[in-house]
């Protein structure tokens, strides 16, 4: 019997990083087809050490290079300029539609700690 597990219910399934679900709004930063920059608002459906799965009100392009970046209030005493996390960068690697939403599963190119 093979280890490998095709029916995509995760059991045998082993990960480096755990999947924790999880919401989260986030910016996307990109650049389209057509080569304008865009921003929009989208939130995460799970994410892990090493990528996430997103809701995005954009459609994304398998493997566009993206940033992501949560909004989150820096204390005013911080003196460290614009509020929200530092970008993660990271590569669509799997697109799906779904109704008026795209479902986009992306890795981040440089692991989270």
Same mark, same amino acid.
């Given at each position: ?6 029916? =995509? ?5 082993? /990960?480096? @990083? +755990? ?7 986030? @910016?996307?930063? =990109? ?5 304008? *920059? @865009? ?24 493997? *566009?290079? %993206?940033?992501? #970046? %949560?909004?989150?209030?820096? &204390? ?8 929200? #996390?530092? &970008?993660? +960068?990271? /590569? ?15 890795? @981040? ?5």
């Amino acid at each position: 019997m093979s280890s490998k597990n095709g029916n =995509g219910n995760g059991h045998g399934e082993r /990960r480096k @990083f +755990q999947r924790i679900r999880l919401q989260v709004p986030l @910016f996307i930063r =990109g650049t389209d087809g057509r080569g304008v *920059d @865009f921003l929009e608002l989208a939130k995460t459906l799970d994410i892990s050490g090493l990528g996430a799965r997103l809701i995005s009100p954009r459609s994304l392009r398998h493997d *566009d290079i %993206i940033s992501l #970046t %949560i909004p989150a209030p820096l &204390p005013a005493a911080a003196g460290l300029g614009e509020s929200g #996390t530092p &970008p993660i +960068q990271a /590569r669509v690697r799997r697109l799906e539609s779904s109704g008026e939403v795209e479902l986009a599963a992306v890795e @981040f190119l440089k692991p989270l700690e």
